[in-house]
């Protein structure tokens, strides 16, 4: 993954690459401004000394995740620079005002009463749930981080079908304008979505999938989405017509695929709704350049031999003749908030196990500051990097990439950069 470069007045240079980051620092010519993303300042230049090439941001909106790609663009080929993947809170939203909305209705039906008051409440024109205003919010977010971050001269998104049809034959219409290269493609993309890009059967993954009636056609089974599944072909031969409950022996797997089925479309809604809200975001700004659909992106993914992510298919959206550098790490970026409004922490029953810290910082960290600790001694001994969780005792959690070390002094822990709503991680 590039480097981002600032210059001394903290404008965006051309990123570079990790040994040319390193040689600045050991001659004294940058500090470093940033670690996640890495992000170098230099001393001794300003963007007027410097040239700069163009630079595209491409977006891929999506339900649980958002991904994003820094391409530097040629005449012809296009050059990945940073691929990053945003990953949303947006089920945790939902499921938190749920869970506040019950216990307002249990406090005013059942533990005192209040009397019905006029409902007289407008929602303002544009107004989304707030799980989805999340996700626009902190795509948004991301696209404005990565205009300071790196000289951004126009930006792509994934959005509309790509008429490929239309294209190739201007007097297509009715049943016949449905039935062609592209159908089916929202289907089994929505399909795979669902069940998590494995077998629903087996659990493979990194194979090729296909998409199973989960009853059978010859039962009477539709082609609706609910009785859609993804399973390998192993598994697709081998279960033919035969009822699901009759293929699957393990009744927690079983259990588990009719849970599934009745999944609503709520990922597909949510994405439809936010997709255009980003776009007329990104059109106020003025930097949204064209927009692409899911099918052109899967063509050039396919024709590149592109394995699937969120952050590549961003690297494949609109129009692409060749695409190089693609083979590098992914930045995961997982939105993890700013702490809680409740006053107190709750059981699995609701009722109140203890109240939440009134303070914010505690030996100067605040929970969610990235930090290193350095144990001398004892089981935790190492140096562990990670997510800091603060505790009134002086003794704190981190949260690294392989798991949660509890109970590190804050004697040993030292501050590397301030909370700012975010995890981070890197593949590769």
Not at 113 to 138: I, K
Not at 177 to 205: F, H, I, N, S
Request: proline share 5%; charged share 30%; net charge positive.
């Amino acid at each position: 993954m590039a480097v981002f470069v600032l210059d001394k007045t903290q404008k965006p240079l051309m990123p570079c690459s990790e040994k040319r980051a390193r040689q600045l620092l050991s001659k004294g010519r940058a500090r470093v401004h940033r670690l996640r993303p890495f992000t170098i300042r230099l001393v001794d230049r300003t963007a007027e000394d410097s040239i700069l090439q163009p630079i595209k941001l491409k977006i891929d909106p999506g339900s649980k995740g958002t991904g994003m790609a820094l391409v530097r663009v040629g005449d012809v080929r296009q050059t990945v620079l940073a691929l990053i993947e945003l990953r949303h809170r947006g089920a945790d939203i939902r499921d938190a005002l749920t869970q506040r909305a019950g216990f307002r209705r249990r406090r005013r039906s059942k533990l005192r009463f209040r009397e019905q008051r006029f409902y007289n409440r407008r929602r303002p024109e544009g107004w989304l749930a707030p799980s989805l205003q999340h996700r626009v919010d902190t795509t948004m977010a991301w696209a404005e981080r990565l205009r300071r971050f790196a000289p951004i001269i126009s930006i792509d998104m994934e959005l509309v079908r790509f008429d490929t049809q239309l294209m190739q034959n201007p007097d297509i219409s009715g049943v016949e304008y449905q039935q062609g290269t592209l159908a089916g493609y929202e289907v089994r993309e929505y399909c795979l979505e669902k069940w998590g890009r494995q077998c629903m059967y087996c659990d493979k993954q990194g194979v090729p999938l296909q998409v199973e009636h989960i009853v059978p056609k010859a039962d009477g089974g539709s082609n609706r989405p609910s009785n859609l599944g993804i399973a390998c072909e192993p598994c697709n031969q081998a279960k033919d017509t035969m009822p699901v409950e009759e293929f699957v022996r393990d009744p927690k797997r079983l259990a588990r695929i009719k849970a599934t089925m009745r999944t609503p479309l709520r990922d597909a809604a949510a994405v439809n709704t936010t997709r255009w809200a980003i776009r007329t975001k990104l059109l106020a700004v003025g930097l949204l350049s064209a927009t692409s659909t899911g099918g052109r992106t899967k063509w050039n993914r396919t024709r590149f031999n592109i394995p699937k992510t969120h952050a590549l298919d961003a690297a494949c959206v609109g129009n692409v003749d060749e695409l190089t550098n693609w083979r590098q790490p992914t930045l995961y970026v997982a939105c993890t908030g700013r702490g809680r409004y409740r006053r107190t922490l709750l059981d699995r029953h609701g009722f109140p196990r203890g109240r939440s810290m009134k303070e914010k910082q505690k030996f100067g960290f605040s929970t969610g500051d990235l930090v290193k600790a350095d144990v001398p001694a004892g089981k935790k001994m190492g140096t562990h990097v990670g997510r800091v969780a603060i505790r009134d005792s002086g003794w704190f959690n981190i949260t690294t990439a392989s798991g949660r070390l509890q109970g590190i002094s804050h004697k040993y822990i030292r501050l590397l950069q301030r909370a700012d709503g975010f995890g981070y991680s890197q593949s590769g």
